[in-house]
């Protein structure tokens, strides 16, 4: 009896065990930033949500558009020049915090990736804004036109840096920054230099420099590249680009806490946050093989005669169809060809439903649940009567002429 009670006692013990780790696994995580998001970059899946299209100031992570139109402008061994915009940019710039740059010194575009990525230098920006679009007002225009082709409709730009303390229109929202994150992944130049830990950069007339990535996380646990940012109006924020076995998830932390001198709390959100979303799963919108919308369609009951009546045809998918549980309502819609019941065969597709939430959009095959067997089985008793008056008819007209070849036997008897 005893060590029935320790069994029971073990395997209970087991079970609350096991059932609390995988709770916790799956369980949304509670982040310091107030707003945040991940997609699955490969397929445009939203997977976590948390106030994505609320306002928020970007700060230095406003730097992946200005490399995206570096990277589009200037070949990596293009020359840019100092300007005297960026030597009047503040602190965390590469001319203060590095070393002095004169202005109409010149650094090899790649190296100015570097210096605006790595360092997040704020001059390095300017110098880009200028030596691209002339001015920082104009380069400002070409920052909201990229942003405009990437969809970003919740954000607007107005300095390369992300610098905000002298405006409130320079602005952004976590969801428009994944947008911009997945095009910063997809450009070669910019991918490259977010994925460097370290760097050794220089200008024409000033001394090699080692500038190394804010981005703590890189390196670690699948972390390819991303973006670091803080303002005291933005918080702390950061953009992290994944990939594990294969599969890549964009995480933006937005407005988080700057806790100085460590500062491990913007990177411990985003920690939460991918591991949530690499754990978690899609949940069943529609199970497979269960009737997810029915169609009504005239037939005859004998084809190309009649009568004619309606069937239901009740349409399925071979697959569950499945989204990520978040706040973002998807959207379903049907698209069914001309269904001929006659035709009618479980294993061929006759439309499909479509699944689209925000750049996420798949289509699964509707196949119908009946076939022409279904048909025949509705109608067996007139098809059986149809068979008798047939048959009827078929014995009559065999009377019929088994009289009319007596008559013709009887003449031809009486003749002779």
Not at 140 to 152: D, E, I, Q, T, V
Request: charge should be positive; proline fraction near 4%; glycine fraction near 6%.
């Amino acid at each position: 009896m005893k060590k029935r009670n320790l069994l029971l006692l073990f395997t209970l013990v087991f079970t609350l065990i096991f059932s609390t780790t995988v709770f916790a696994a799956v369980t949304p995580p509670e982040l310091i930033g107030k707003a945040a998001i991940s997609v699955d970059i490969d397929t445009n899946e939203i997977i976590y949500t948390k106030n994505i299209d609320s306002k928020v100031y970007p700060a230095s992570i406003t730097k992946l558009v200005t490399a995206l139109l570096l990277a589009e402008k200037k070949k990596s061994t293009d020359n840019l020049t100092y300007t005297k915009n960026a030597k009047a940019q503040p602190a965390y710039s590469y001319n203060l915090n590095i070393h002095p740059v004169a202005v109409g010194d010149t650094m090899s575009a790649d190296n100015v990736m570097d210096g605006l990525l790595l360092y997040s230098g704020n001059d390095i920006a300017y110098m880009i804004a200028d030596n691209i679009g002339g001015n920082p007002t104009d380069f400002a225009k070409m920052m909201n036109a990229k942003a405009a082709s990437l969809g970003m409709t919740g954000s607007h730009f107005v300095t390369p840096n992300g610098l905000d303390d002298t405006n409130n229109d320079h602005y952004t929202t976590s969801y428009d920054l994944t947008l911009l994150g997945r095009a910063a992944y997809k450009n070669d130049m910019v991918r490259k230099s977010m994925g460097k830990k370290t760097s050794i950069i220089k200008s024409t007339n000033g001394p090699v420099a080692t500038v190394e990535n804010r981005n703590k996380l890189l390196g670690i646990d699948g972390n390819i590249g991303g973006k670091t940012g803080y303002t005291l109006k933005a918080g702390r924020c950061l953009v992290s680009i994944y990939e594990r076995n294969g599969r890549h998830i964009i995480g933006v932390v937005m407005n988080s806490e700057y806790n100085l001198p460590k500062d491990t709390k913007v990177f411990e959100d985003m920690t939460k946050l991918i591991n949530f979303s690499y754990a978690t799963q899609a949940e069943v919108l529609n199970k497979k093989a269960t009737t997810l919308k029915t169609i009504s369609v005239p037939y005859k009951v004998i084809p190309f005669i009649g009568p004619v009546k309606t069937i239901n045809v009740p349409l399925e998918t071979k697959e569950d169809v499945t989204i990520y549980n978040n706040d973002v309502k998807s959207q379903t819609s049907y698209k069914v060809n001309v269904i001929t019941p006659w035709k009618l065969n479980k294993d061929t597709s006759v439309g499909t439903v479509n699944i689209k939430q925000r750049d996420y959009e798949k289509s699964y095959k509707l196949y119908p649940m009946i076939s022409k067997s279904t048909l025949i089985k509705d109608n067996i008793i007139i098809y059986a009567a149809v068979a008798i008056v047939l048959i009827v008819v078929i014995v009559l007209i065999l009377l019929l002429i088994n009289k009319i070849k007596g008559r013709k036997n009887r003449h031809r008897r009486i003749r002779f």
